[in-house]
Nanobody, 125 residues
Framework: QVQLVESGGGLVQPGGSLRLSCEVS????????TAWFRQVPGKEREGVSC????????NYADSVKGRFTISRDSAKNMVFLQMNNLNPEDTAVYYC??????????????????WGQGTQVTVSA
């Protein structure tokens, strides 16, 4: 059974930082990727970043480039999202997801069949 568990969300002031963690278990496909998505009520789920579990290749949404960094610890089956210089527009529920590596289509949520429960990130003064 595939299981993803996110942690690290919370309340932070504008300009602050948070680090999200995602522990993945039960998914043994070698050619895979793990991504972070976010969603606010009334809007579609948005791809934030993705990392290949094969070669570590990364992708980012334009809105987070230069502020967010995705990384992984393969030995521990964990993926992290370091979020710096946060602003109120980053407020959302953040989800991690994993599935086969789909390359340039990484930001499309319909390609992922395994999701975590989500963690709330709130950026507010």
């Amino acid at each position: 059974q595939v299981q993803l568990v996110e942690s690290g969300g919370g309340l932070v002031q504008p300009g602050g930082s948070l680090r999200l963690s995602c522990e993945v278990s039960g998914f043994t496909v070698s050619y895979s990727a793990t991504a972070w998505f976010r969603q606010v009520p009334g809007k579609e789920r948005e791809g934030v970043s993705c990392i290949s579990n094969v070669d570590g290749r990364t992708n980012y949404a334009d809105s987070v480039k230069g502020r967010f960094t995705i990384s992984r610890d393969s030995a521990k089956n964990m993926v992290f999202l370091q979020m710096n210089n946060l602003n109120p527009e980053d407020t959302a529920v953040y989800y991690c997801a994993t599935d086969f590596d789909v390359g340039s289509s990484w930001s499309r949520p319909e390609y992922y069949h395994h999701w975590g429960q989500g963690t709330q990130v709130t950026v507010s003064a």
